[in-house]
């Protein structure tokens, strides 16, 4: 009776342990059990041995802990790969989509506009359309900036809820550490408890990369960025550290180090901040930075559709760097703008209104010891123009009522203001350009028609008398009250000093006596100097097309008159003294007609004397550009954006209420289109800024990078995925509970009951014939 | 008189034959036994159809002893239902010493036979109630829609 018990006590821990596992068939985590029977202890009867039946003796899980570790890690994988996934796709949109369309598209667009607007640049609907572009560039950028930061505080928000997650989860897995090791203190396997351990590390490792290891007691231990976060006596809490928007970093609670973590979900959206978004921001900015710096390069030097400017405030501030309650001392390039100044030039152009009178000046820019005041008061020399600070430490340029500035590279038309090129007026040039070797003392000595007069020349005078400019000399000879009463006035000209009489035609004379400076200057004593009644008034036309700014030196050959002095020429000298042109200008040229002198730029003469005795010249500035240094780039002034990267460009305010004032024209003249002509160049030119490729090429390959990067993480995705699949599968194989074979399993044993209870009857009924015959 | 002997041959042989028959099947229900024990379906499976061929011999034999005893009950003059192995040993005297030997292994074997029968079949009862109590309990909670079973996958009950 005691063996039919046990056998029965043994089936239905069986049938129970079946039971169990079809109803755990759907709980995550479960592990299928079985139950182990084992022949009961003999006994000695008689004499004999006999069996005593069957024992339940344990319940064991049916798992493989290698394959679980795997399938752990994998998990951590998958997930990581699945977060850093969302990151990337949501960066792909930004760049290659949304509203408007993606970056590519809008610079197309742009540059589309300004081609279609370079046909009839005063159109004022096509100048709406090409500054709507750009704002809509501008707008973009911006979209793209916000929405990387956004990408980065989601990415942030979801790491503190994991990381409370993994915190929820660390005190699971204590806890059950606990109760696993009192329940198995008996010996019998804990299996439902270590199910619901190994769920909660499960749970864990799509959070982020975990290590368990469980010791000879059946303590779990687990190290997540390896570091401990659960051990067999209780668990440590995990803890970000960020900046809210852009950086997190995360550490155990005590710990002096980040935890190293770069699996799960966890990781991947560290992996997001750390890794991919600084690159995005980068890219970003640096696109948006050197189409602001290009396209503000060449709008700067542009004439705007309604002419000259009359004011203009910079965009960008200066800021007192030394904080001594000024800017006018910082140097230009320590004073706190966005964008570099250079060694360079800026060409000024001033320009008359009401009679369209262009004269041109030069500025040089040496950045590396300019200051703010240098560089105003280099501007408010320019005559009709005056630079100053305004009180949000902007810089103001204002001009003169009935006048007009203007920075364009265009041609000054009457290079020969003062006349010193077979001019009217009595006219001395220098033989050469300054600087020039004087000494104390040195004296030029002249003769006007207030009689005969020294000017004495003093080390005070000169910042460095050796070496004295035409511009300090120029300035002590005009000081000179004789100088002056003698109706003289000195001139600096690109390097050359020029004496000239104020007076105009024949009767205009001065003659230079004497004077120990003489010499340094390449005079000659007696020389006598005699006004003419024809001026030669060089005219310059056409538009320069070299690719270096220079300035050339026009000097005749010999004494003689223009159009009659046979075999006379005009020599042309480039910077460097080099002759770059030869013109006959003598017997066989028709006074007034045009010659080309070289690069687009056209000279023409009038009638009139010019001597190379007297070193007879005028100098032309050509430009190809009219800042080479960039500082009206790093001021903000006239230029088409505002902002330095791409968090902050915008179109400039003023310019997108008034269309009128994008500078499309490079010479001023109505109809003229060609600084959109240079706009336009920008759409392919190599940008030095972004490693020599053009903005449609920088764009494609971040674009291009992105959606590779994406398309990578995706195939990474697909092929752990698949792996993490076929773990959970041989999981499944080993663990998981088929019910239906389960079921089938106990409705076969039924059938086999019910049929041996058949069998018993047939017996009994037979053995009952075989009682009664015995 | 050499009618009786010979019908006590062959009634001898019988019951020798019915011994021989008890001894196997006590085997095979102990080894069925055990495999109930082991919830080894597959020899329990072995088993039935080992105690069935076992069984397939019964009518022919049950029919011989029918022949027997009513051609001993013309023998012995008395009806063949009032006829047991005892009562015929009895009858034989010194005869029917082999036959009363035979008789009291058979007897013996049989008792054997059906307590390992009543122990077995008790058994099989308990476990297919427990069985069908735990199927019961499953297959009511698996959400099988008995109105709509092509929609419900392969979970069936398969007892009905």
Known sequence: MNMGLKALLAAQSKLETIGHNVSNAGTAGYSRQTLDVATSHTLRINGLIQGTGVDAQVVRRTVDLLLHARLTQQTSVVSRLAARIDGLSEAESLYAGGTGGGLNQLFKSFFGSLSTLSSTPEDRNLRSNAVQSAANIATKFRQMSGGAENIGVDAIGRIKGQVAAVNSLAERISRLNGQILASESSGAPANDLRDARELAVSELSQLTDVRAIEDERGALRVLVGGQTLVSPVGFNRLEVTTDGRTSASVRIHGASVDAAITGGEIGGLLGVLRDFLPGMHDDANSIARNFILETNRVHSTGIPSSGPLRAMTSANALVDQDNDGQVLDELLTNSGLPFETVNGELFVNITDLASGAMTKHRVPIDASSATVQDLLSALSAIPHLSASIDGQNRVRLQADSGFGFDFSPRLDGTPDEIGSFGGARATLASGSNGPFALASGNTLDFSGPLGPFSVSLQPQQFQNMAQATASELAAVLNADANFQGNGLVATDIGGALVVQTTAKGTGASFTVTAGSANAALGWTNGTVLQGKALDVSPKVSGTYTGAANDEWTFRPSGDGTIGVTPGLKLNVFDKNGVQIAQLDVGANYTPGTELAVRDGVKLALGIGDVSAANNDQFRLNVAADGDTSDVLVALGINTLFVGTDAATIAVRSDLLENPELLATSASGASGDGGNLLKLLGLGEAGIEGLGGVSFDAGISGVVGGLALELSSARDAAESEGFLHQSLESRRDQISGVNVDEELAHMIEAQQAYRAAGEFMRVVSELNAELFNLI | ?160
Do not use: W
């Open chain 2, 1 to 160: 008189m050499s009618n009786l002997r010979a019908l006590i041959h062959q009634l001898e042989a019988y019951a020798q034959e019915e011994l021989d028959l008890q001894s196997r099947t006590l085997v095979v229900l102990r080894e069925q036994e055990a495999a109930l024990f082991n919830g080894d379906l597959e020899a329990m499976r072995r088993d039935m159809q080992r105690l069935d061929k076992e069984l397939v011999g019964a009518a022919s034999r049950s029919g011989r002893r029918s022949d027997l005893l009513r051609r001993l009950g013309l023998e012995f003059g008395v009806a063949p239902k009032t006829l047991t192995l005892t009562s015929i040993c009895t009858r034989l005297g010194r005869d029917g010493e082999r036959l009363t030997r035979i008789a009291g292994e058979l007897r013996e074997a049989t008792q054997s036979v059906s307590r390992a029968t009543r122990r077995l079949g008790a058994l099989g009862r308990m476990h297919a109630k427990l069985n069908d109590e735990i199927l019961g309990t499953v297959l009511a909670d698996s959400g099988v829609d008995r109105n709509n079973m092509e929609r419900c996958g392969a979970l069936l009950d398969a007892r009905v």
